[in-house]
C-alpha cells in the first residue's frame, strides 16, 4: 500500500483531443443544448434513474457505417487514451447497437450517441440532457448520407468528446457534494483555507498546517488525496519545473516506502503532462503523471492542480494519486479527479 508519514502505505499526449479533453471539461459545450428539468421531461413528470456503468458510452449506428470510415472515427474519438496511466486505457467503453435495437433498457443509458441518416434530414448535431432518463446525455447527429454523418462527426469531434468528459466528470462531483464528509472538509478548511468534497469512505490519515492526507485503503488498493501548500512570491510560481520540485519535495518528506530511504518521488523518466485551465475564475495548473518509489518498486499515476493564492501569497495543491497493482487505473484516477475539481479557496 502507498505511504503517508507516519504511516507506510502498503506518455505524454498523443493528439490534441486527449489535450483538448481536459479544457473542455471545465465548460459546457457552447452549442444548441436541449435540456429538460431534472425532475423529468417538458411534462415535469419523474424520470427513471440512469443505466450502464461509469465510463460507457451507447452508441447507436447501423452496421454498415460503424464497420467502415465512420465507425472508425467515432471510435477514434471515443477511445482517445487517457493521459498520465502507466497502461493504455480508452476515455470510455463502447456499446453500438442499432436503431432497431434502441428502445426500452437500452433509452436509459446514461451516455448516448444517436446517430440517424435518411434523405430527408439535413446535417446537425444537438447535445441534450435527461431525454429519457436522469441525469442522462445525448449527443444526436443526423444526416442525409453516411458521407455528410462522417463529415458531421469529424467537424464536431472536439466537441462531442468535450462534452461526454464534462458531464462524467460532473456526475461524479455531484454524487460527492452530496456525499461529503463533514469532518474531513472541516478539517482541511482549517489548515488549508480550501473545501474540498471529499465523500464518505474517505480516511483522515496525517494532518498540519502544511499537509493533509485522506484515503481509501484496502489490501489492494490506496486512492490518495494529499493538500498541501506553500508560500510564493507571484503566481510565476506556477510554472511545471516548480511544481515537480515542490511535490517532491513535500512527497519526500510525508510518504515513504516500506524500506530505509524510500520515498515517493515523480518518475523522472515521465514528465508530467501540464495543462493550463481556469476554474471558478482561477488560473490552475494541472499536472497529469506517473509516481514511483525511489529505492522502491511501487508506482502508479497521478493528478494534481495547483493554483496561486494571492490573497494569502501562497500555492495551494490538491493532488492524487493511486496505487492499484495490476489493475485498470482509469475509474480510480476519474474519481481522485472528481474531488480535485471541486476544490474553492475560501
Not at 30 to 47: E, F, L, R
Request: hydrophobic residues 40%.
Amino acid at each position: 500500500m502507498g505511504v503517508n508519514k507516519p504511516f507506510t502505505l502498503p506518455r505524454a499526449c498523443r493528439t490534441f483531443l486527449t489535450g483538448f479533453f481536459v479544457f473542455a471539461s471545465l465548460v459546457l459545450i457552447g452549442a444548441a443544448c436541449d435540456t429538460t428539468s431534472q425532475q423529468g421531461g417538458a411534462a415535469g413528470k419523474i424520470m427513471p434513474n440512469i443505466t450502464g456503468g461509469a465510463g460507457e458510452v451507447l452508441v447507436v449506428m447501423d452496421n454498415f457505417n460503424w464497420d467502415n470510415a465512420t465507425g472508425e472515427l467515432m471510435k477514434d474519438i471515443l477511445m482517445e487514451e487517457v493521459p498520465g496511466l502507466p497502461q493504455s486505457e480508452p476515455l470510455f467503453d463502447i456499446i453500438q447497437i442499432t436503431a432497431a435495437s434502441f428502445d426500452g433498457f437500452y433509452q436509459f443509458h446514461r451516455s448516448i450517441i444517436l446517430t440517424t441518416v435518411s434523405s430527408d434530414l439535413e446535417s446537425r448535431i444537438r447535445f441534450r440532457e435527461n431525454v429519457y432518463a436522469k441525469p442522462q446525455i445525448m449527443v444526436q447527429l443526423e444526416a442525409p448520407t453516411s458521407g455528410a454523418l462522417k463529415e458531421l462527426i469529424s467537424e464536431n469531434a472536439d466537441r462531442i468528446q468535450g462534452f461526454l468528459v464534462q458531464y462524467d466528470r460532473q456526475r461524479l462531483m455531484d454524487i460527492y457534494k452530496d456525499t461529503k464528509d463533514p469532518a474531513l472538509q472541516k478539517e482541511i478548511a482549517d489548515h488549508h483555507q480550501i473545501r474540498l468534497a471529499v465523500p464518505r469512505g474517505y480516511n483522515l490519515d496525517f494532518s498540519t498546517d502544511e499537509y493533509t492526507s485522506v484515503s481509501i485503503e484496502s489490501p489492494d488498493l490506496s486512492q490518495v488525496i494529499q493538500i498541501y501548500d506553500y508560500p510564493a512570491s507571484g503566481p510565476e510560481d506556477l510554472n511545471t519545473e516548480n511544481l515537480i520540485a515542490k511535490r517532491n519535495e513535500f512527497t519526500r518528506k510525508y510518504i515513504e516506502g516500506p524500506r530505509d530511504n524510500s520515498y515517493m518521488i515523480i518518475a523522472p523518466m515521465y514528465k508530467p503532462i501540464a495543462f493550463d485551465l481556469q476554474i471558478n475564475e482561477k488560473e490552475v495548473v494541472e499536472l497529469r503523471g506517473l509516481w514511483e518509489l525511489e529505492n522502491g518498486y511501487m508506482g502508479g499515476p497521478f493528478i494534481s492542480h495547483s493554483v496561486y493564492d494571492s490573497r494569502r501569497n501562497r500555492i495551494v495543491c490538491v493532488d492524487g494519486y493511486v496505487y492499484y497493482p495490476n489493475q485498470k487505473k482509469r475509474i480510480k484516477i476519474k474519481q481522485l479527479e472528481a474531488i480535485i475539481y471541486s476544490m474553492e479557496i475560501i
